[in-house]
T-cell receptor, first 117, second 108 residues
C-alpha cells in the first residue's frame, strides 16, 4: 500500500464551526506533514511530525491544531477559521526525518479542499 | 530571489512535442524532487534524484549537482500530461523547498 488517504475530500465550514481533517498512511512512514496550498501557489509547510512528535510548527495560528494519535494517522483540528484559510490542505508522509535517513521522498495525499464561509 | 527557480512559468505545446522544464537552485541539497499536480488535485511524486538521470516511461529527469540544475523532459507529449510540474529540493532541514511550478498545457 503506497497510498496516503485524506478525508474529507471537500469541506465547507462557518467561522464558528469546529471540524477535523484526517490523513492516513500504511507505508510504515515515521514522518508526516501538513501543507496548505492556495490557488496557483506551491504548497506551504504547516507542521511536521516525526516519530509521532511535533518537530516543526511553521508559526501556524493556533486555530489550526495538529494531532498524531499513532504512526499511521494525522489529524488537523480546525476552530474559528477565517475565510482566508480557504485552501487545499495536503497531507504527506515520508520514511523518516532524522539523520539516519538521507533521502526524504514524500508521498502526498489527494488533499482536502476547504472553504470557510 | 527564490532558492528554487523554475522556467518557463507557463508552457503550451502541441501533442507529440518534446518538452523540457528547467529547475535551478541555490542551496545545498541531498535530493531534488519533481512533482506533478493536475488542476484541483493532489500531488504525485514523479522523481527523486541526487545525481545523474532517471527515466520512467516518457518522462526523463536529469540533475547536474555542480551546476545546481535539473531538467524534466517529456517525450511524445500528450494532453493528459497537462498539469503543473513542481521542482522541490531537500535541503539541510526536513523541509522541501518548492519552486513556483510550471503550468503545462498540451493541445491535441
Amino acid at each position: 500500500d503506497t497510498e496516503v488517504t485524506q478525508t474529507p475530500k471537500h469541506l465547507v465550514m462557518g467561522m464558528t464551526n469546529k471540524k477535523s481533517l484526517k490523513c492516513e498512511q500504511h507505508m510504515g512512514h515515521r514522518a508526516m506533514y501538513w501543507y496548505k496550498q492556495k490557488a496557483k501557489k506551491p504548497p506551504e509547510l504547516m507542521f511536521v511530525y516525526s516519530y509521532e512528535k511535533l518537530s516543526i510548527n511553521e508559526s501556524v495560528p493556533s486555530r489550526f491544531s495538529p494531532e498524531c494519535p499513532n504512526s499511521s494517522l494525522l489529524n488537523l483540528h480546525l476552530h474559528a477559521l477565517q475565510p482566508e484559510d480557504s485552501a487545499l490542505y495536503l497531507c504527506a508522509s515520508s520514511q523518516g526525518a532524522d539523520d539516519r535517513v538521507r533521502y526524504n521522498e514524500q508521498f502526498f495525499g489527494p488533499g482536502t479542499r476547504l472553504t470557510v464561509l | 530571489k527564490n532558492e528554487v527557480e523554475q522556467s518557463p512559468q507557463n508552457l503550451t505545446a502541441q501533442e507529440g512535442e518534446f518538452i523540457t522544464i528547467n529547475c535551478s537552485y541555490s542551496v545545498g541539497i541531498s535530493a531534488l524532487h519533481w512533482l506533478q499536480q493536475h488542476p484541483g488535485g493532489g500531488i504525485v511524486s514523479l522523481f527523486m534524484l541526487s545525481s545523474g538521470k532517471k527515466k520512467h516511461g516518457r518522462l526523463i529527469a536529469t540533475i547536474n549537482i555542480q551546476e545546481k540544475h535539473s531538467s524534466l523532459h517529456i517525450t511524445a507529449s500528450h494532453p493528459r500530461d497537462s498539469a503543473v510540474y513542481i521542482c522541490a529540493v531537500d535541503g539541510a532541514t526536513n523541509k522541501l523547498i518548492f519552486g513556483t511550478g510550471t503550468l503545462l498545457a498540451v493541445q491535441p
